[in-house]
C-alpha cells in the first residue's frame, strides 16, 4: 500500500525555524520526483520546492534562499527545511511523489505567529 506520512509541523514565531518530513512506503521513491506542497487558511494548494531523483531542487520564489529540500533514498523520505518563517507561510504543508497516481498525506500544519 503506497502510503505517505507528513511530520515535523507545529508552532512557530516569525523568524523560526522548522524541519518538515516525509516518509513513503509502498513504492519504488527513488525513481520520482519529489515536490512539498502547501494551502495556507483560506487558499489553494501551491508548490513550495522540488527535487529530482538526482538531486535537483527548485523552488518557488517566496521561499527561494529560506526553504531547502532534500531526499533520502536509501529511507524513503524527503525534507523541508524552513528557516526566517514569516507569518504567510502558515499552511498545511504536504509532500507529493511525481508518479501521477500516489495519493496525498495528511500533511502537516505549520503556524507562524507572534
Known amino acids: 500500500q503506497v502510503q505517505l506520512v507528513e511530520s515535523g509541523g507545529g508552532l512557530v514565531q516569525p523568524g523560526e525555524s522548522l524541519t518538515l518530513s516525509c516518509a513513503a512506503s509502498g513504492i519504488p521513491f527513488s525513481r520520482y520526483a519529489l515536490s512539498w506542497y502547501r494551502q495556507p487558511p483560506g487558499k489553494e494548494r501551491e508548490p513550495v520546492a522540488s527535487i529530482s531523483p538526482g538531486g535537483a531542487t527548485i523552488y518557488v520564489d517566496s521561499v527561494k534562499g529560506r526553504f531547502t529540500i532534500s531526499r533520502d533514498n536509501v529511507k524513503n523520505t524527503t525534507s523541508l527545511q524552513m528557516n526566517s518563517l514569516k507569518p504567510e507561510d502558515t499552511a498545511v504543508y504536504y509532500c507529493?511523489?511525481?508518479?501521477?497516481?500516489?495519493?496525498w498525506g495528511q500533511g502537516t500544519q505549520v503556524t507562524v505567529s507572534s
Open positions: 507529493r511523489v511525481l508518479d501521477g497516481t500516489t495519493p
